[in-house]
């Protein structure tokens, strides 16, 4: 969450800390301090939502149930590692515009805006809709920020953002919305079942 973030900007490191978290250095990129910051900031915040799509992913690869068992196993485990690739690509972003990437789990945790699920198993449905509300967070998180980049004059950010993560996850979307379909599950049933998931 936000607040989080803005405590551990200010936050004071360990001894051991050559560049706290939150700040950037400078980079003869022709961009504004103020620029880099912001993108940094927005980067930062999909990275983590993304590692946790990543780690949903993994979790419903291996626990996942039922009929379609086998073809969810390889389907989750196919987008798992396309995540992956994201998690990389939007780090090594948010290191070349002179920041610190986001990278341990009980960081990632603190900052995602992703609902935590429940340790146990869900059947595939459950699983498919989580991932689903997922996918469409980081695609207007993604989206809000590639706006946002591109008027500050990032268009590396903005073409990361629109070109890689917002058109990978919408592809994902496809995938997975037509799993439903396949199941016979309307759309008008989909409040009620995420009621009944955060109820
Ligand atoms: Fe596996």
Excluded: C
């Excluded at 449905?125 to 008027?151: C, G, K, N, P």
């Excluded at 917002?166 to 989909?190: M, P, Y």
């Amino acid at each position: 969450m936000k607040n989080n973030r803005s405590h551990k900007a200010h936050s004071t490191g360990p001894e051991t800390e050559i560049q706290g978290y939150g700040t950037v250095v400078n980079r003869p990129l022709s961009l504004d301090h103020k620029v880099r910051l912001a993108s940094v900031d927005s980067l930062n915040q999909i990275l983590a939502d993304t590692m946790t799509l990543r780690d949903l992913y993994k979790k419903h690869h291996w626990q996942v149930s039922g009929p379609n068992f086998y073809q969810l196993h390889l389907l989750f485990d196919k987008h798992y590692g396309e995540q992956a690739e994201l998690v990389d690509a939007l780090a090594e972003r948010v290191q070349t515009l002179g920041g610190v990437a986001i990278a341990m789990a009980p960081d990632v945790a603190e900052t995602t805006r992703i609902a935590r699920p429940p340790q146990g198993r869900e059947d595939a449905t459950m699983q498919i809709f989580r991932l689903l509300q997922a996918h469409e967070l980081i695609i207007d998180e993604s989206r809000e920020a590639a706006r946002s980049a591109a008027a500050g004059g990032d268009d590396g950010t903005n073409d990361l953002l629109v070109s890689e993560v917002v058109r990978k996850n919408e592809f994902q979307v496809w995938f997975l919305s037509e799993q439903i379909a396949g199941a016979g599950i309307a759309n008008k049933d989909q409040e009620a079942i995420f009621a009944k998931a955060h109820g």
